[in-house]
């Protein structure tokens, strides 16, 4: 079953997948190989163990599959579903060797991106009232990127970049060797008229200073404001008077994002859905 539409997304997964499987066993599962015979077949339920937003079930049920054509999954709980203790998201029918192979790369995948789409249903619930957009940043897992961004889509928020390749961001770091915002604008601008480009150009300013500089330089699609502190990210916002986009960014946490939503700004990004999320516990147990 795909998880994704995307043609580019499912070969990722194919070989992630293929490349996670070899990862966790090279020379093969030598415990179940010596332990269960290989025509043995068994159930399985995946059992939630603490509440939050399910994510992962499909891809699961994509490894199991991988690893026996002929398993049977009965999906009880989708994607994206609330789920509580106790509940069982799937059962599963499949070759005992299969299963015992693929669990432990199924459990780790599911846990994770359950655990940021949680996060991410938490902050897209805060927000909920306002036109607001929270987006999710490239804070992420190396090499898990596509799963992560995934689970913050099943939580309810929008994904940002995929990557350093689809969007300019114009940082601090940009600004200080480039020597300015209004250089680094002109050179970005310059080199995507070169290279015959057609993405999004945001601009990070960490003051008014820099504010206005980059709205009187223009020629970009969104203004970030770093680290604001929220009455100076107000003005700002009115500053911008919507000829820009607005991208509020630093510093943001579930106990400050309503506050920040309440400036106005278009967008929140959001380093927190990825690289703070707690893991949501699972288990899969052998029905007798």
Known sequence: MQINADPTFEAHLEKFIEDALTE???????TSLACIPADARCQANLLVKEPGVLAGVHLAERIFKKLDPNSIIDIYIEDGKDVSYGDVAFRIECNTQAL??????????????????????HFAFEVGD?????????????????????????????NYRNSLSDWFMIKDNHIEACGG???????????????KLNLGITVEVRNLVELHEALDAGNITRIM???FEIPLMHEAVQTVNKKFETEASGGVNIHNVRRVAQTAVDYISVGALTHSAQ?????LKIVK
């Open 24 to 30: 966790d066993a090279p020379g093969g599962d030598h």
């Open 100 to 121: 015992l192979r693929g669990e432990r790369l199924a459990l780790n995948l599911m846990q994770r991106m359950s655990g940021i789409a949680t996060q991410s249903s």
């Open 130 to 158: 306002f036109p607001v957009k929270i987006l999710d940043t490239r804070k992420t897992t190396p090499l898990l990127r596509f799963l992560e961004k995934y689970a913050v889509k099943i939580g309810g928020c929008l």
């Open 181 to 195: 915002v209004a250089k680094a604008i002109k050179r970005v601008n310059d080199y995507q008229v070169e290279k």
């Open 225 to 227: 404001l770093d680290n």
């Open 279 to 283: 893991s949501i516990d699972l288990s």
